[in-house]
Every structure is written in C-alpha cells, then in structure tokens.
C-alpha cells in the first residue's frame, strides 16, 4: 500500500535562498522583483529553464529612483560578483546605423578590423565566476533605442542566438537579461499627485503602495509599455515587473544601506592610513533624509543628498588633516538646525578593533571595546580547541 507524501513547492534550494538573501538586503522594497528574480534563478539550477533560450528576460518598469538598476547589479553580485554586467545604455543608440557599436561593423565598412562588438562571446564569458557561469546583460532604458536594436533583441530572446558583423555567432543561453523602462512614469505621478498633494521634500509614498492604488500604477505602467513595444516583442519577455515608489519606512533603510556604502568607501580609500568610523544622529538622519527626499527623483536623490551634506564635508575634513586614523566622528545638528555638526567622539582606537566593530555593526564608539572583547575572546576558544 503506497504512502503519499505531502510536497511543499514553496521551499528554495540553499544557492536560492543565499541569492534571495542577498537581494533582500540590498534591494529594498521590490518585493515582486525579487521573488521573480529568485523563482527564474532556481528553475536555472534545476534545469528546468527553458531550452535554446536565455535563463529569464526582464522588463523592468516604474518610476526613476526605484531600483531597477539595483536590482540587477545585486543580482550580479550576489552571484558572480560587484560590477561582473554587460551594459548597454540604450540612450547611445537612438539611430540604427549605431548598432555597429554592439555587433561590430561587417566586412567591407570602414574600420571593420578596428571596433570590437559589445556583445561578444568574450565579453559574456568575461562576466562568469570560478563557480557560477551565468552572463548578465542590462540594456538600460530600452525605450529610448532604435527600432533596428528591438529586432535585434527579439533574437536574443527567442533564440538565445546573436550573429555579429563578422559573422561569429554569440550564445545567450547561459545570460539573463534585463531590460529597464521609465514608460509611464508620468502618469503614476498624474495618479499620485492629487492623492498625495507632493511638494518637492515629500517624504515617502506610503499611500502609493495600498492596493487600489499600487493596481493603477502597475496597469498604467504596463499599458504605457504594451503602446511603446510590437506584439512580438511583448510575447518573448519572460517576467514583466513594476516597481512600485518607495515609501518612507523603506527610504530610511536605503539611508542606513547608503550610510554603510560610505563607512565601507572610507575603509577601502584610507588604507589603514586614514580609516575612522562615524555615527549619525537621529535629528542628522531626519535632515538628510528631508533633504534627500523628493517624490519624483526616488532614492537617486537621497543619494546626492548624501555625498552633497555628509561626504564633501568629509573629505575636507580629510584634506585639512583634521581627521585621522582610528577617529569616531558624531554627525549631529544644532538646536536650530543648520548644516551637520562634526565632532570627534573617540581617537586612537586600534585599527584592527575598529575594522572588526564596523564589520559586526557597531553604530558608535562605545561599542567598540565591547565587540573587541568578544572577538578576541572568540578567537582564544577556538586557539584552545587547537
């Protein structure tokens, strides 16, 4: 008699779930892009993807600030490595004739010999890992290329197959390709606005992200990009995603991720020589993040805010000798507001004890001793079981 064994189909397998991990932390707040991410991933691993054709192909849309970007370098990195992507910007191929730029010219034309086709075979390989050979493509803002680069990806989307101009053939097999839009985002900004009332500092969208809403702006996205793009084109996409706006608990994370980014710069760029850590008040964190927030510019301007109001001011602080190795600084503002306050809260702490702190996610000086202490205390248990 034969025993049936209830399946759980939602459960990943660990390469997966290590992905999704890594997208949930630096991607914040596109839920949906992630998830389809990590589903066309785990069908790759399994082998079930679909034959004589790239691993899964993205169209991406929503408004500017959202993450579409970031979502596909993310993945890049979570899997093959920071900065391993093949990318077109779309914007530098508005007439046909430049698509020699990506194929390379054909024999006969002038200066066959000398240009080099973007999508080569070497340049997909270029972008593997020891471990994971998967290519990624990202044309960036697809809207704004030609016609002639369209018929050139239904290609590539059908059949995995690009010929270049000297007639070598590239494989797309092993890629995933990415696609990103801003098509609609002026009428999710007509659906917001006389919702919402935005003035240029809005703080976050959290109306936008409600159900009757969030509906709109996808159906307005998508109907924006079905007018834009053939028939033909439209069937050969595996997963189209909206990015919905941010809202304003998911823009505080996106500050402390970019306020990480900086700590991490500062430790690359010092080189031991000039590494200290900082800490941000919660007023200096409410400022920044009313300074670099704008409803229709998304998290692209709290970044600009960021280098403009904390890391200018840094490096003059740097030039000026005024901070040195093994320094905390405090970022705080004045009682009556202002441009941030600098303060040096801790100097001369061990380079080794302060690179170890920021590493556990120590978020001020005082705790430093306390992550030192546990480290090393760490590190003599395990000499001992030596």
């Given at each position: 008699?034969?025993?049936?064994?209830?399946?759980?189909?939602?459960?990943?397998?660990?390469?997966?779930?290590?992905?999704e991990?890594?997208?949930?932390?630096?991607?914040?707040?596109q839920?949906?892009?992630?998830?389809?991410?990590?589903?066309?991933?785990?069908?790759?691993?399994?082998?079930?993807?679909?034959?004589?054709?790239p691993?899964?192909?993205?169209?991406?849309?929503?408004?500017?600030?959202?993450?579409?970007?970031?979502?596909?370098?993310?993945?890049?990195?979570?899997?093959?490595g920071q900065?391993?992507?093949?990318?077109?910007?779309?914007?530098?191929?508005?007439?046909?004739?430049?698509?020699?730029?990506?194929?390379?010219s054909?024999p006969?034309y002038?200066?066959?010999?000398?240009?080099?086709?973007?999508?080569?075979?070497?340049?997909?390989?270029?972008?593997?890992?020891?471990?994971?050979?998967?290519?990624?493509?990202?044309?960036?803002?697809?809207?704004?290329?030609?016609?002639?680069?369209?018929?050139?990806?239904?290609?590539?989307?059908?059949?995995?197959?690009?010929?270049?101009?000297?007639?070598?053939?590239?494989?797309?097999?092993?890629?995933?390709?990415?696609?990103?839009?801003?098509?609609?985002?002026?009428?999710?900004?007509?659906?917001?606005?006389?919702?919402?009332?935005?003035?240029?500092?809005?703080?976050?969208?959290?109306?936008?992200?409600?159900?009757?809403?969030?509906?709109?702006?996808?159906?307005?996205?998508?109907?924006?990009?079905?007018?834009?793009?053939?028939?033909?084109?439209?069937?050969?996409?595996?997963?189209?995603?909206?990015?919905?706006?941010?809202?304003?608990?998911?823009?505080?994370?996106?500050?402390?991720?970019?306020?990480?980014?900086?700590?991490?710069?500062?430790?690359?760029?010092?080189?031991?020589?000039?590494?200290?850590?900082?800490?941000?008040?919660?007023?200096?964190?409410?400022?920044?993040?009313?300074?670099?927030?704008?409803a229709?510019?998304?998290?692209?301007?709290?970044?600009?805010?960021?280098?403009?109001?904390?890391?200018?001011?840094?490096?003059?602080?740097?030039?000026?000798q005024?901070?040195?190795?093994g320094?905390?600084?405090?970022m705080?503002?004045?009682?009556?507001?202002?441009?941030?306050?600098?303060?040096?809260?801790?100097?001369?702490?061990?380079?080794?004890?302060?690179?170890?702190?920021?590493?556990?996610?120590?978020?001020?000086?005082?705790?430093?001793?306390?992550v030192?202490?546990?480290?090393?205390?760490?590190?003599?248990?395990?000499?001992?079981?030596?």
């Amino acid at each position: 008699m034969s025993t049936r064994i209830e399946l759980d189909p939602s459960r990943t397998g660990s390469q997966a779930q290590s992905l999704e991990g890594t997208l949930r932390r630096l991607v914040v707040g596109q839920d949906e892009a992630v998830e389809q991410i990590v589903n066309v991933y785990q069908m790759y691993l399994a082998g079930l993807h679909a034959p004589n054709r790239p691993i899964g192909s993205f169209l991406f849309l929503g408004p500017t600030g959202t993450g579409k970007t970031r979502a596909v370098e993310a993945t890049a990195e979570g899997l093959v490595g920071q900065g391993k992507i093949v990318k077109v910007d779309c914007a530098e191929f508005q007439h046909s004739h430049e698509i020699a730029k990506l194929v390379g010219s054909p024999p006969g034309y002038l200066g066959h010999r000398e240009t080099h086709a973007l999508l080569s075979q070497e340049a997909l390989n270029s972008c593997h890992s020891a471990s994971v050979k998967v290519s990624f493509v990202l044309f960036d803002e697809i809207e704004k290329a030609s016609d002639a680069l369209w018929n050139l990806l239904l290609g590539i989307l059908d059949k995995a197959v690009l010929t270049t101009g000297d007639n070598r053939r590239v494989n797309f097999s092993q890629s995933m390709i990415f696609m990103t839009s801003n098509l609609g985002a002026a009428g999710v900004q007509s659906i917001l606005q006389p919702k919402l009332g935005f003035q240029p500092r809005l703080i976050g969208c959290d109306e936008a992200r409600t159900g009757g809403v969030s509906d709109r702006i996808v159906k307005t996205s998508v109907k924006a990009a079905r007018r834009k793009f053939t028939p033909e084109f439209w069937n050969r996409l595996d997963k189209v995603v909206v990015f919905r706006p941010l809202a304003q608990a998911q823009l505080r994370r996106i500050f402390d991720l970019e306020l990480s980014f900086v700590q991490q710069r500062i430790l690359q760029a010092g080189g031991g020589d000039r590494s200290f850590g900082f800490s941000v008040s919660d007023a200096a964190k409410n400022m920044l993040l009313e300074q670099g927030t704008a409803a229709e510019y998304g998290a692209r301007h709290l970044k600009r805010a960021i280098e403009r109001l904390l890391v200018q001011p840094l490096s003059k602080l740097i030039s000026s000798q005024q901070v040195r190795a093994g320094d905390w600084l405090i970022m705080d503002v004045g009682d009556s507001g202002g441009p941030l306050r600098f303060q040096r809260g801790q100097e001369n702490i061990a380079l080794n004890s302060l690179a170890q702190a920021l590493q556990e996610g120590a978020t001020s000086w005082t705790q430093i001793p306390k992550v030192a202490a546990a480290a090393r205390g760490q590190m003599q248990r395990l000499s001992r079981r030596i």
